[in-house]
Nanobody, 124 residues
Framework: QVQLVESGGGLVQAGGSLRLSCVASGRTFRSNTMGWFRQAPGKEREFVAH????????YYADSVKARFTIARDNAKNTVYLQMSSLKPEDTALYYC?????????????????WGQGTQVTVSS
């Protein structure tokens, strides 16, 4: 019912910037919160940030706070993740996801739909 398509990943040097996009389509009436997660090889999927559609309330993982910014464009049904001061530790497959829960949503099990991911690689 909901399709999420990420884009914007790529290879960047440490200290550089990237902007990821996630376009939502389909029946999105139950979507209240959009989140970004990432997963590196051999590691658990990790919460990065989320934003609510209605008020744009944001929440960030400590590891990315002050470096990443999540934003949304309701008219375009698009969520962005602006990443700056990138570090090699940020290297991962980045996923966007939709949750019916409003508020702080950091658990993967609370998200109903997921994109296919976009790869971010940060070289040292």
């Amino acid at each position: 019912q909901v399709q999420l398509v990420e884009s914007g990943g790529g290879l960047v040097q440490a200290g550089g910037s990237l902007r990821l996009s996630c376009v939502a389509s389909g029946r999105t009436f139950r979507s209240n919160t959009m989140g970004w997660f990432r997963q590196a090889p051999g590691k658990e999927r990790e919460f990065v940030a989320h934003i609510t559609w209605t008020f744009g309330s944001t929440y960030y993982a400590d590891s990315v706070k002050a470096r990443f910014t999540i934003a949304r464009d309701n008219a375009k049904n698009t969520v962005y993740l602006q990443m700056s001061s990138l570090k090699p530790e940020d290297t991962a497959l980045y996923y966007c996801a939709s949750s019916s829960v409003r508020g702080v949503v950091k658990t993967t099990s609370l998200y109903d739909y997921w994109g296919q991911g976009t790869q971010v690689t940060v070289s040292s």
